[in-house]
């Protein structure tokens, strides 16, 4: 589960003026499934610790009418679109059609700022009729046309469904799927958890603050693997797969034993040049 100092997931129809609170049901996967309608005044916002530059968006209920998103940022006194997004839900030009990360570049000349308190800033006036929230930056998402979807979990993801069976073919198996669940078709709840185990083991040895800071996820693809397959074995009974468990666990281990992991050490929401060049033990500065 997501902390709501870390994620704020709210929409807005501007038309009505009617705010939906949804952070504690797409914060985790066991909550209700959430219908979310975008259009030109209908919006999906998140409010952040820090900024960001990508989520991973778990669709329930796929949207069937193609559109275009529109990203924006608040930058202190307007919301000003984001330079590119690269949407990985979308296909054949139909957003939220699938499940899949959403990535975005900001302008740099137009950076996000920091609001204290949504009731607290002149022009975020659309707050006024809504929650008063602190401490937060944010970032909207709309569409050119009215698109309608039913959604799961908004989070972090940094493994696939193939590259785990790739690197453990026996996964597989129905029949090892079946073991964990009956009629369990592939292993997105433990790659969410392992790609969470991932984000607190960060945190823990402060190599980051808050989970935006995780602006490279390909950094993260490897130990994302290894600890999704550990979960896996553990959960199928330490007894019958106690050597699938310590392989996975050396080589987690192995793979987050790197010196740089590019996190976006001065929380801008942007991986900067500077940055790849920032060791592990510095990374808290």
């Known amino acids: 589960m997501i902390s709501i100092n870390d994620q704020r997931v709210l929409a807005y129809n501007?038309?009505?003026?009617?705010?939906?609170?949804?952070?504690?049901?797409?914060?985790?996967?066991?909550?209700a499934n959430?219908?979310?309608?975008?259009?030109?005044?209908?919006?999906?916002?998140?409010?952040?610790?820090?900024?960001?530059?990508?989520k991973y968006i778990d669709v329930f209920t796929a949207n069937v009418t193609a559109a275009s998103l529109d990203?924006?940022?608040?930058?202190?006194?307007?919301?000003?679109?984001?330079?590119?997004?690269?949407?990985?839900?979308?296909?054949?030009?139909?957003?939220?059609?699938?499940?899949?990360?959403i990535q975005f570049t900001t302008d740099k000349?137009?950076?996000?700022?920091?609001?204290?308190?949504?009731?607290?800033?002149?022009?975020?006036?659309?707050?006024?009729?809504?929650?008063?929230?602190?401490?937060?930056?944010?970032?909207?998402?709309?569409?050119?046309?009215s698109t309608t979807m039913t959604l799961n979990y908004i989070g972090q993801l940094f493994c696939s469904e193939q590259e785990l069976r790739d690197a453990y073919p026996q996964l597989n198996a129905s029949a090892?799927?079946?073991?964990?669940?009956?009629?369990?078709?592939?292993?997105?709840?433990?790659?969410?958890?392992?790609s969470e185990y991932i984000v607190?083991?960060?945190?823990r040895r402060g190599i980051i603050i808050e989970r935006s800071q995780v602006v490279e996820n390909a950094v993260l693809n490897e130990p994302a693997i290894h600890r999704t397959a550990q979960l896996i074995y553990s959960g199928l009974g330490p007894r019958n797969y106690a050597?699938?468990?310590?392989?996975?666990?050396?080589?987690?281990?192995?793979?987050?034993?790197?010196?740089?992991?590019?996190q976006d050490a001065n929380a801008n929401g942007q991986?900067?040049?500077q940055e790849i060049n920032i060791s592990t033990h510095r990374a808290t500065r």
């Not at 501007?14 to 909550?31: F, I």
């Not at 607190?200 to 945190?203: A, E, G, M, P, Y």
């Open 71 to 101: 990203i924006e940022v608040f930058n202190g006194t307007a919301w000003v679109s984001v330079n590119e997004i690269f949407d990985y839900t979308d296909s054949s030009g139909t957003p939220f059609a699938q499940s899949g990360v």
């Open 243 to 262: 050597e699938e468990i310590k392989t996975a666990a050396d080589a987690y281990k192995d793979s987050m034993n790197m010196n740089k992991f590019e």
């Open 109 to 145: 000349n137009d950076v996000w700022s920091f609001v204290g308190d949504t009731h607290d800033n002149s022009y975020l006036t659309e707050f006024s009729s809504g929650p008063s929230i602190y401490d937060k930056y944010w970032l909207r998402v709309s569409s050119d046309i």
């Open 176 to 194: 090892i799927l079946n073991s964990w669940e009956s009629g369990k078709t592939d292993w997105l709840d433990q790659r969410i958890s392992g």
């Open 14 to 31: 501007s038309g009505g003026g009617s705010w939906s609170d949804y952070t504690k049901e797409l914060s985790t996967r066991e909550g």
């Open 200 to 203: 607190s083991d960060l945190k």
């Open 271 to 273: 991986k900067d040049r």
């Open 34 to 54: 959430p219908v979310v309608t975008l259009s030109p005044t209908q919006y999906l916002y998140f409010g952040s610790f820090f900024p960001f530059n990508n």
